[in-house]
């Protein structure tokens, strides 16, 4: 019967391996996992940012990335896979895991000039987000909000996954909001 623990430590080491993996490619978004059972919805944001910039230079900084030449450290963050008039689909590659794992999403990115910035997730680590970047004028500049919904399926374990992604998601966004504002109010300092 020796082969028979070898072959159950096998199976278990082979199994532990999988789930390694599969966990590996559920964080880096590169094993979507869609099953549509058990779906729970959680919003994201809102974040609302007064940015001292019109709002035509705020819609220009967040637009450029993806309808106009993005500048070296942001080409190492959004790759732009297909573009069109009004709406691009991007991958964002974002730093996880302390650097050691980079996180790849795919999004289509609607551009309402110059008010609203739409975001669908089209692959990534839960199997919906959709978000919106709203642009609205106010005195002395620009407020920008950024609202959301993340959903995640299989009950409770993935509430507990929403949970996880949603705090670095929107820790995320809160660094790229910062971004746009201090771009934006630089711009509109040279004017």
């Known amino acids: 019967?020796?082969?028979?623990?070898?072959?159950?430590?096998?199976?278990?080491?082979?199994?532990?391996?999988?789930?390694?993996?599969?966990?590996?490619?559920?964080v880096t978004g590169a094993l979507p996992l869609d099953l549509g059972v058990g779906r729970?919805?959680?919003p994201l944001g809102?974040?609302?940012?007064?940015?001292?910039?019109?709002?035509?230079?705020?819609?220009?900084?967040?637009?450029?990335?993806?309808?106009g030449r993005a500048t070296r450290a942001m080409r190492e963050k959004v790759q732009v896979?297909?573009?069109?008039?009004?709406?691009?689909?991007?991958?964002?590659?974002?730093?996880?895991?302390?650097?050691r794992l980079t996180a790849t999403t795919v999004e289509t990115v609607r551009f309402t000039r110059p008010e609203r910035v739409d975001f669908h997730l089209?692959?990534?680590?839960?199997?919906?987000?959709?978000?919106?970047?709203?642009?609205?004028d106010r005195e002395g500049g620009t407020r920008l909000?950024?609202?959301?919904?993340?959903?995640?399926?299989?009950?409770r374990a993935g509430q507990?996954?929403?949970?996880?992604?949603?705090?670095?998601?929107?820790a995320t966004v809160a660094a790229s909001l910062a971004t746009v504002r201090q771009e934006a109010e630089r711009?509109?300092?040279?004017?």
Request: glycine share 12%; aromatic share 10%; no cysteine.
């Open 122 to 136: 089209v692959r990534g680590p839960v199997p919906a987000v959709t978000e919106s970047f709203t642009l609205r």
């Open 81 to 99: 896979v297909e573009r069109g008039s009004d709406m691009v689909l991007a991958a964002h590659h974002t730093p996880v895991a302390g650097g």
């Open 1 to 26: 019967m020796a082969w028979f623990g070898r072959l159950a430590v096998v199976a278990v080491a082979g199994g532990g391996g999988a789930v390694a993996a599969g966990y590996l490619g559920l």
């Open 46 to 67: 809102p974040q609302t940012v007064d940015i001292a910039a019109p709002r035509e230079t705020v819609f220009e900084v967040i637009a450029q990335p993806y309808l």
């Open 145 to 155: 909000v950024y609202e959301g919904e993340l959903a995640t399926d299989l009950w």
């Open 40 to 42: 729970r919805t959680r």
């Open 187 to 191: 711009r509109a300092a040279l004017t």
């Open 160 to 170: 507990w996954w929403g949970a996880q992604v949603a705090s670095r998601w929107e």
